[in-house]
């Protein structure tokens, strides 16, 4: 069955600086997503992403983040000077388009990103 | 006001027996889905069910059953026949204004199953 994938399971980075985060959404997928849990709390949406645009971003989505699609497969979420409170388990999701019918996110295992 | 609340503290429930897990929502968009996610201690967000805000029928997968009732705005997960390995972290979520919009998840309850 196919899946979302994300690389690197654990990243550990010293803060101040830049970590990209990458994932490979299922191949016929067209919506993308990240969220991001801290540590024994609610997942929380940072941003979706269609046709080579941002098309949502929440609040905590601040300019220390980008998206990218640079090829075919992969979606990656850049953090350009992490902070401590950036310490959290970062989900990759990816969902078909199939007009208004409803299909889920799957979601990737995720990435653990620890910043000291 | 909290888009998603799951107020339960942790929840334990005996092997083979049903439990229910509560989540009410708040939304003025009429078209919306609920979703239910189980995360394990590994950490992975594993889909459940999905019932929609116009569906007619309770959803139901396998073990798993939504009670919806949206005068009330609840939506929340029965699983019967538990196992062990149901022992994790359930989340509710909602997607609102249009299909390919974000979820908003609640806090999670943790249930644990004993054997």
């Known amino acids: 069955e196919p899946e979302v994938t994300q690389t690197p399971s654990h990243q550990v980075t010293q803060m101040g600086q830049e970590v990209i985060l990458r994932c490979v959404p299922i191949s016929n997928h067209l919506y993308f997503y990240w969220y991001r849990q801290i540590l024994g709390q609610k997942v929380e949406f940072l941003v979706s992403?269609?046709?080579?645009?941002?098309?949502?971003k929440s609040e905590i989505f601040d300019d220390q983040f980008s998206v990218e699609r640079p090829d075919g497969s992969n979606f990656t979420l850049k953090i350009r000077s992490t902070k401590l409170e950036d310490s959290a388990m970062y989900f990759c999701a990816s969902r078909e388009d199939e007009g208004y019918s409803y299909n889920e996110q799957f979601f990737g295992p995720g990435t653990r990103l620890t910043v000291l | 006001a909290q888009k998603i609340t799951q107020t339960q503290p942790g929840m334990f429930v005996q092997e083979k027996e049903a439990v229910t897990l509560d989540c009410t929502y708040d939304?003025?968009?009429?078209?919306?889905?609920l979703f239910w996610y189980k995360q394990p201690s590994s950490g992975e967000m594993i889909f459940l069910i999905y019932q929609g805000s116009y569906d007619q029928q309770n959803a139901t997968e396998g073990r798993y059953s939504l009670n919806f009732q949206k005068a009330r705005k609840s939506a929340n997960l029965v699983i019967s026949a538990s196992q062990l390995g149901d022992s994790a972290m359930y989340f509710c979520?909602?997607?609102?204004?249009?299909?390919?919009?974000?979820?908003?998840f609640g806090k999670g309850i943790t249930l644990s199953v004993r054997p």
């Open positions: 992403f269609y046709n080579n645009e941002i098309s949502e």
């Open positions: 979520a909602m997607r609102e204004k249009g299909a390919n919009s974000k979820l908003t």
């Open positions: 939304t003025s968009d009429p078209s919306y889905g």
